[in-house]
């Protein structure tokens, strides 16, 4: 294996990619195996180079001043001030001859190189972190003049918007043009000084961009599938006997799918979890920053909303109030949060269609049917209202512990019992544990998918509001018809499941969050790490070694947990699991595609290092 030929933290000179420039650079890291050198520039960027395109500071003579500065982004400055004083352009007042001033002319003509600046502006971003990947940091461009290449000078200017991928390219190239004495006769004048516009014209890149979920048919498929699975699983779930042999179960009556009362029971609840996330309560913190460097203020006050939820629901007991009345209506309550959150997307793409296009999200497409499923804005507000970051635990998460515990009740009615079984006390516990969990750590939210990339619309209203209250019940609402006892062997098993899946889920997120907001942690030292070129580093011990999404292990078995005390009579109470493995599945291959396009040959690394996704050995 060949030596290395600069150490870290020497500064050399690198040559800036698709050019024959050298620039100051710091050397960050050296790969053994591919022989690339990390290097940052004075303005920040962050490239891999060859050994052959790194050379000493020696090698290069002391400019004078007012040549090339050392930097890409210092060089525009010093070029738009060489454009006040052209070396062969006569100052006021001179009185050289024609002669004379025609031969310093021509000799500077043949001289002097015409710069060509092209300027990359993004039309389609997609963020990916800090990287800088734009055709593999030698972007390309076409040109459309006479200019032979031997006269040009081509510079690139990565925008501030460089550290996002994009798909198509709108290439603005101004031409400088030397001002030159004409000097055959009298009329000769000075061609004007300042940029000669060419034409404008676009260079689409040869990615294209990737609709997820199958795209439009995909994304129409969804949106129908999933109001229809949930209703069958509903309707499966109140038979006697829910096995596969009597499905489909037979379509209630229309009255028994809607009614008004129901309706304003669930905008109630919804306003008033909405008044709950007004209260000026809880700390108030900055999210992810956005396209443009700002970042969003998220009051992080849900466990004090689930708290005074908790309260309220108490005090109803106390007096009376019957929520078996939920239990009997639960189709109409479904059918409402349905309606409701259909509504909430057409408000959403309409209210999208007025936001500029740096609020847009990165995962918008342009089609209106796509986006209106995917969501085409990133942060819709009302003012300082996240309507996003609201229903994402808000109201679906604490109405699922609400409805778990209508169950409960509703099992103790139905079965005459005079407390509930220990299977409906465990799922209850378990999946009040995972709520009151999410609750208590909501600002490790700010950095998921959901917020950072995904859009408000279909996808998330429907699964916030409709698919994880009436869904994730599952397990509970089976219970109050197909009651099952467990015994306390089995029961200490499914415990200590349900725990050792708790521990991996939060330990592992629990280490991924203070691994970001503090790499240097000192509790985080005896962690390894490999760095990127990005600037940042992938955890390849601890957790994160043992496999590549260890919070998803955690997640698969806590799962399972859930499911267990509902026995082995149904496939029914294993929906959730068929269903979770397969959401976990489409987020681990997203998100294997978006770090390998991000990090690049330091994933491929971190691949060989922690080869399994979730499963040890198997996945």
Same mark, same amino acid.
């Given at each position: 294996m060949p030596s290395r030929k600069f150490a870290d +933290?020497?500064?050399?000179? +690198?040559?800036?990619?698709?050019?024959?420039? #050298?620039?100051?650079?710091?050397?960050?890291?050296? %790969?053994s195996k591919s022989q690339l050198y990390t290097v940052k520039y004075k303005d920040g960027t962050e490239l891999e180079l060859k050994e052959s395109d790194v050379k000493p500071l020696k090698s290069f003579k002391p400019r004078k001043s007012g040549s090339t500065s050392s930097s890409p982004s210092r060089r525009r400055g010093s070029r738009s001030r060489s454009r006040s004083r052209s070396p062969g352009r006569a100052p006021k007042g001179s009185r050289r001859s024609a002669s004379a001033s025609h031969q310093a002319?021509?000799?500077?003509?043949?001289?002097?190189?015409?710069?060509?600046?092209?300027?990359?502006? @993004?039309?389609? /971003?997609?963020?990916?972190?800090?990287s800088i990947n734009v055709y593999n940091g030698e972007p390309e461009h076409t040109e459309r003049n006479d200019i032979s290449h031997k006269n040009k000078q081509e510079r690139i200017i990565l925008s501030p918007e460089g550290s996002y991928i994009a798909t198509q390219y709108s290439l603005r190239p101004r031409r400088e043009e030397v001002k030159v004495k004409e000097v055959e006769s009298k009329e000769q004048k000075l061609v004007s000084k300042g940029p000669a516009p060419l034409e404008t014209f676009q260079v689409t890149t040869p990615q294209r961009k990737d609709l997820e979920f199958g795209g439009v048919p995909g994304a129409v498929l969804i949106m129908l599938g999933l109001p229809a699975v949930l209703f069958l699983l509903l309707l499966q779930c109140r038979q006697k006997d829910p096995s596969l042999l009597r499905f489909p179960p037979p379509l209630p009556a229309m009255d028994e799918l809607w009614e008004t009362r129901?309706? +304003?029971? #669930?905008? /109630?609840?919804?306003?008033?979890q909405a008044l709950f996330y007004l209260l000026p309560i809880g700390k108030v913190v900055e999210g992810t920053p956005l396209? %443009?460097?700002?970042?969003?203020?998220?009051?992080?006050?849900?466990? #004090?909303?689930?708290?005074?939820?908790?309260?309220?629901?108490?005090?109803?007991?106390?007096? +009376?109030?019957?929520l078996y009345y939920v239990y009997t209506h639960f189709l109409q309550f479904t059918?409402?949060?349905?309606?409701?959150s259909v509504l909430l997307s057409v408000y959403l793409y309409v209210h999208s269609l007025k936001?500029?296009? %740096?609020?847009?999200?990165?995962?918008?497409?342009?089609?209106?049917? #796509?986006?209106?499923?995917?969501?085409?804005? /990133?942060?819709?507000r009302i003012g300082a209202f996240d309507l996003k970051y609201f229903c994402e635990l808000r109201p679906g998460l604490i109405g699922w512990v609400l409805v778990n515990l209508v169950m409960l009740l509703a099992e103790m009615k139905v079965q005459e019992r %005079?407390?509930?079984? /220990?299977?409906?006390?465990?799922?209850?516990s378990f999946q009040l544990l995972y709520v009151v969990d999410a609750l208590w750590n909501e600002e490790a939210l700010l950095t998921t998918m959901d917020i950072t990339h995904d859009g408000f619309g279909f996808m998330l209203a429907f699964g916030d509001?409709?698919?994880? @209250?009436?869904?994730?019940?599952?397990?509970?609402?089976?219970?109050?018809?197909h009651p099952h006892d467990l015994s306390w062997p089995f029961a200490s098993f499914v415990i200590a499941l349900k725990l050792c899946g708790y521990v991996i889920f939060r330990c592992a997120n629990a280490q991924k969050n203070a691994f970001r907001k503090n790499p240097s942690d000192p509790k985080l030292a005896h962690l390894k790490t490999i760095h990127t070129s990005t600037g940042k580093s992938l955890l390849v011990s601890g957790w994160w070694g043992f496999v590549r999404h260890p919070n998803y292990l955690g997640d698969l078995i806590m799962a399972l947990a859930w499911s267990l005390p509902c026995g082995f009579n149904h496939v029914l109470p294993y929906f959730y699991v068929i269903y979770f493995t397969m959401l976990l599945v489409h987020r681990e291959a997203r998100d294997e595609h978006q770090c390998k396009r991000k990090y690049g040959l330091a994933w491929e690394k971190y691949r060989q290092r922690v080869p399994y996704r979730i499963l040890p050995y198997v996945y």
């Open positions: +933290g020497e500064v050399v000179r +690198g040559r800036w990619p698709g050019s024959s420039l #050298y620039y100051e650079v710091e050397i960050l890291s050296h %790969d002319d021509i000799k500077e003509k043949e001289a002097r190189r015409e710069i060509l600046q092209v300027k990359l502006t @993004p039309l389609v /971003l997609k963020p990916f972190g800090n129901v309706c +304003g029971i #669930y905008l /109630l609840w919804f306003f008033v396209v %443009d460097g700002r970042r969003l203020k998220y009051r992080l006050n849900g466990f #004090y909303a689930f708290v005074l939820t908790s309260a309220i629901v108490g005090a109803a007991l106390f007096w +009376g109030v019957e059918l409402a949060a349905a309606i409701f936001a500029p296009r %740096d609020e847009l999200s990165p995962a918008s497409s342009g089609n209106a049917v #796509y986006d209106f499923f995917i969501g085409r804005e /990133l942060n819709p %005079d407390a509930p079984s /220990l299977a409906m006390v465990l799922v209850n509001l409709v698919w994880v @209250p009436f869904t994730y019940s599952l397990q509970a609402f089976y219970l109050v018809s």
